[in-house]
């Protein structure tokens, strides 16, 4: 099986397997892993797709990344074991659908990809009698999918930081009523300042010997994972010869950036629409151009998406034949428009997302969360510019139980709440407030692993 490198989107001439690669996190030089080769999957086997369970779709894709370091079995079993929940497709209207990303332990579309990834950390990890910190920050939902994934593996310690007044409740209960090998800090700060204390700690030399990764979307072993349901969805809803069109609701753009792999990958893919909160850099570097980051990030309700310089466009550029740096600076322009033709990029309101909660439950019966809101939102700007496009998958990607307020506020009814969220209710927390500054970050960090 061919054997795929990687190497940073910053340039740094070292190049590494899968293997390596999902250990380190990120490149020495704070670029982002990339694969040196994209794998094809032929059109005869995505003909075989619709007939086809999860997991066994995961498998076709995952394989041509992972075959030659583990062998068949193991995938088929660390697979079913991840991807032991359901992924319903719900009609909305005519073609146009909601993929449901929320019925994973954290309730949260991050669990597709952290479930995997915990697995292939793990199974590596005990290949090589290593153990590792993973040191995370959390805008919402990454922090608890993360902490869950990993939760009582004994090498592997868990680290999360998150912005004190940017997470709901629930989303804080989720990673602070679990203990163990899990530690998390309340940052008084934005999600920005929680992500520049975590990239600041990998490049600290004190830290060299805790054997420090990331479990950020900036992981490339979260980032492909996430190619899989893209598959899964075609499969349900336009296989075996039609295009679709995805509309994703984006942050820090790890998703929409598994979809443009997929496409790469030979997913037949019409469009992406690129759907973003207030927080619109990117809808303006397409109309412009020009790429400014915002700072600091605006807070809006779909909070998991406040980010005003998403990580993982340094990849997609790269997918443009672009480079940009950790800073976000332009270091060679992308196509653009090659990007154009493949995304439609949008930035919604909180006021149109509240209204689009409101009328997707009152025209369709659809029940929406802010994040999928946006998306939602996204699509049907895209479907008024374009005749019509069918068919449509708009993505969920939180439980709409996590955000009861704002449902709540659309639509006047309590989201029901699964009973793997309401448990959480009367549960003890653990938790440290902290500085939004590294000093205070790191003497905590060098506390906790001094023993
Ligand atoms: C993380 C998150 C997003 C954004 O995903 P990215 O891959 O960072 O673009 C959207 N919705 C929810 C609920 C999230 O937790």
């Avoid at 030089?29 to 075989?48: M, T």
């Avoid at 479907?383 to 708009?394: A, M, R, Y």
């Avoid at 709409?400 to 969220?421: I, S, T």
Wanted: charged share 25%; aromatic share 10%.
């Amino acid at each position: 099986m061919n054997k795929i490198m990687y190497s940073s989107t910053n340039g740094h001439p070292e190049l590494l397997d899968f293997k390596e690669a999902l250990l380190r996190g990120q490149a020495p030089d704070k670029g982002l892993y990339v694969p040196l080769e994209i794998p094809q999957i032929p059109k005869e086997e995505l003909a075989r797709f619709p007939g086809m369970e999860y997991p066994e779709i995961a498998l076709s894709v995952m394989r041509p990344y992972l075959g030659y370091l583990i062998p068949k079995d193991d995938l088929v079993a660390i697979l079913r074991d991840a991807y032991d929940f359901p992924v319903p497709i719900e009609k909305v209207y005519d073609e146009k659908y909601v993929l449901r990303l929320d019925k994973g332990p954290t309730f949260s579309f991050k669990d597709f990809a952290a479930r995997l990834m915990g697995r292939l950390m793990q199974y590596f990890l005990k290949q090589e009698g290593r153990s590792m910190v993973i040191l995370t920050a959390t805008s919402g939902d990454t922090g608890s999918a993360v902490a869950h994934a990993f939760y009582g593996l004994d090498n592997i310690k868990v680290v999360v930081l998150f912005p004190e007044k940017e997470v709901t409740g629930r989303q804080r209960k989720q990673m602070t009523t679990l203990g163990r090998n899990v530690t998390v800090f309340a940052v008084d700060g934005k999600f920005d300042d929680c992500q520049a204390m975590v990239k600041q700690a990998f490049v600290d030399p004190d830290f060299a010997g805790l054997n420090l990764s990331s479990a950020n979307s900036i992981n490339i072993g979260r980032l492909i994972p996430q190619s899989i349901y893209y598959f899964y969805a075609w499969s349900r809803v336009a296989a075996p010869d039609r295009e679709v069109v995805f509309s994703v609701p984006c942050g820090n753009f790890g998703n929409v950036m598994a979809g443009l792999l997929a496409m790469r990958m030979g997913l037949p893919v019409h469009k992406f629409v690129v759907a973003t909160n207030e927080n619109d850099e990117f809808p303006r570097f397409m109309e412009t151009g020009d790429y400014r980051p915002i700072s600091p990030s605006v807070k809006c309700i779909s909070n998991a998406m406040n980010v005003g310089h998403p990580s993982n466009l340094a990849r997609v550029f790269w997918l443009y034949g672009g480079s940009m740096d950790e800073a976000g600076r332009v270091v060679r322009a992308p196509e653009i428009e090659a990007m154009r033709r493949d995304i439609f990029a949008k930035s919604v309101t909180d006021a149109e997302t509240r209204e689009t909660i409101s009328e997707a439950y009152n025209r369709f019966d659809a029940l929406l969360e802010p994040h999928g809101a946006v998306g939602w939102a996204g699509l049907a700007r895209y479907l008024k510019e374009v005749e019509d496009w069918s068919p449509s998958v708009s993505l969920e990607t939180a439980d709409p139980a996590k955000f009861p307020e704002e449902v709540v506020r659309a639509v006047g009814l309590e989201p029901p709440v699964p009973a793997g969220l309401s448990r959480l209710d009367g549960m003890g927390e653990r938790f440290d407030l902290i500085a939004g500054e590294y000093g205070f970050f790191k003497e905590k960090l060098s506390e906790l692993f001094r023993g």
